[in-house]
């Protein structure tokens, strides 16, 4: 863990905040093959270095670092999705994604003159889809028209498109995001407000995109950033970020078949807090009830997403 203001020869972003590099062991057990389908790696700048046209500047997270921390969890494997500090730089994602001997899968940003050569790459490498992100403190928007371009790119690849977005955008973004014709994977639930009902209007108008288009999936992950209660535990000593369960409950009991779960280490861009990873594995049996649902949620569900071309009786 990079520690000071700097980070491979870049200057941190101001009161930037570390990852926790002491997690707590979890008390939940991981089923074999789970998947954190939500993570980054950052860097090492020196190595990598950040993209000119980044929004923030992190604390280095490496893949070995990743690779650690999947091993303490009790993780299998990782789906590692490429951070607004790269831009469209994969060479941070790739180099992971190589080293990881299979165990990893990656979502990567590409430009709509992105190459079939290059494409051909990052499929090679592990890629197997392309994230558009349309949170306004991390990029500038890109058209839409330039976002289709990239689908009808990506599509005979048998790809996905990951969204990342606030809810108060969605009903601007409806009718594209329904326009996607391959699968779709939203980050975050969407990043529903947890102040308000999750059966009111805003956690509404996401379910009902969810239910209106059998080809959408989300990511239930990101407790500690939707939270407004914090890790305080309220009902067991490892059960944090309770305000957030009745969204992501709501959303496992309904779609079993396509939710997929994440850690978000290193978990950019927090500023009250930096969650311990333990912590975060201990959400799952809060929100995915039963043994079916956590199978499906941590290992079904993402291997059909990201491994389907090459599991086998065997194992990957
Ligand atoms: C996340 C969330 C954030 C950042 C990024 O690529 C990124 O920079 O995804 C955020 O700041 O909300 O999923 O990691």
Redesign the pocket.
Known sequence: MAHGDTTGGFTKTEGWLDWYDGPSTPAFRMPEGAVDA?C?VFGPGAEFPYAPERK?TPCDASADQLFALRDHLGVDRNVI?????HGADNRALVDALRRSEGRARGVATVRRDVTAEQLADLHEAGVRGV?F?F?K??VDRVPTDSLAGIVEKIAPLGWHVVI?FEAEDLPELYDFFSSIPTDVVV??MGRPDVTKAPDGEEFGLFLRFMRENPNVWTKV??PE?LSVRGPRALVGERHAYTDVVPFARRVVEEFPDRVLWGT?WP???LTDHMPDDGLLVDYIPQVATTADLQRKLLVDNPHRLYWADSDTTEGA
């Open positions: 939500h980054h923030y999705v490429q951070a607004t500090c994230r992100n949170v403190r991390l990342y980050d975050h992950s990101c950033r978000d978990h950019p861009n």
